[in-house]
């Protein structure tokens, strides 16, 4: 649909075989109620179908896009009413990495840092936990995108029918309306009251409820790619505190191996490197996630 400006200007186009049908029904109504006698009642009921017109499917996507502006503090805070879960668990997480983090300890007293490991270990763990549930309830949140999108997309295209209809009919009742106003100047005054100019309101609604649909369809579309992205970073994150911690009990370990054994300097001094590197990209991944954060809020509250 190409946009000129306002929306009467909007047009619309269909496949070659749904615009001939389409035409074909736009004849046969503009001949039907040019036909009728004004004010019977033939003619009021043709004159109120106009009204209705598209009428189920603008309540429709009415109703999809107030989802809508309930969905993105559900999609990117966190699940539903749980909205800080993710935050949450993010700075659980990140106050635990930091407790760990060897770049603050005193690694002369290795013991000392296996039994604080030991102490944060579980707590670790089930915050790994807890957003790995974060992840499974932005998977979900995908699963019902989908379906909005699916839904949202049949009632576009349905509405991009009416809004073709209208338009044609709109222009065969012009040039109707035209062709009679010497001959017939009162009726055709009447059919422009009350059959072109309701087409003409009618038009615009639709056309207005048209791009409000694709518009859904498109923060469907952010709000989907936010939740994926999302997910993909706390995999990162999750994955890598667990190898972090792997790394730091066997580092440790190490370490105090060897400095029971003194004299292995280098081996040690290898280890803690080794052990720095693997936190380092914890707090990397988890800088990642938390940058995710709030950009996938804000693009999420413009549908």
């Not at 033939?42 to 309930?70: F, K, N, P, W």
């Not at 936990?129 to 499974?136: P, T, V």
């Not at 309830?137 to 997309?153: F, T, V, W």
């Not at 003409?200 to 469907?220: D, F, P, S």
């Amino acid at each position: 649909m190409a946009d000129d400006g306002d929306a009467s200007h909007r047009h619309v186009t269909l496949p070659l075989e749904a615009e001939q049908r389409i035409d074909v029904m736009v004849a046969a109504f503009v001949d039907d109620v040019v036909g009728l006698e004004a004010h019977s009642g033939g003619y009021r009921r043709r004159v109120e179908e106009i009204d209705q017109l598209a009428a189920r499917e603008i309540r429709s996507t009415s109703a999809m896009s107030g989802r809508l502006l309930e969905r993105p503090a559900a999609a990117m805070g966190g699940p539903g009413d749980d909205d800080a879960s993710l935050t949450r668990s993010l700075s659980r997480l990140r106050r635990g990495v930091e407790a760990l983090n060897p770049g603050g300890q005193d690694l002369t007293h290795i013991r000392t840092y296996l039994d604080r490991y030991e102490k944060a270990k579980h707590r670790i763990e089930q915050t790994v936990a807890a957003l790995d549930e974060d992840s499974a309830r932005l998977r979900l949140d995908n699963a019902a995108i989908a379906q909005d999108q699916k839904a949202l997309q049949t009632e576009t295209e349905t509405l991009r029918q009416y809004a073709y209809f209208v338009e044609r009919l709109d222009a065969a009742l012009d040039a109707r309306i035209a062709s009679m106003t010497e001959s017939y100047p009162e009726r055709a005054r009447t059919a422009a009251r009350d059959v072109l100019y309701p087409v003409r309101r009618r038009r615009e609604g639709i056309l207005t409820q048209l791009a409000v649909a694709v518009q859904g369809r498109l923060a469907l579309d952010i709000v989907a790619s936010n939740n994926r992205e999302l997910i993909r970073v706390v995999h990162l994150v999750t994955s890598t505190t667990l190898a972090a911690l792997r790394t730091a009990l066997a580092v440790a370990q190490a370490l105090e191996q060897q400095q029971q054994g003194r004299g292995r300097l280098a081996a040690a001094g290898a280890n803690l490197g080794s052990l720095q590197r693997a936190w380092d990209d914890v707090l990397g991944a988890l800088q990642e996630v938390e940058a995710r954060q709030p950009d996938s809020a804000t693009k999420g509250q413009n549908p």
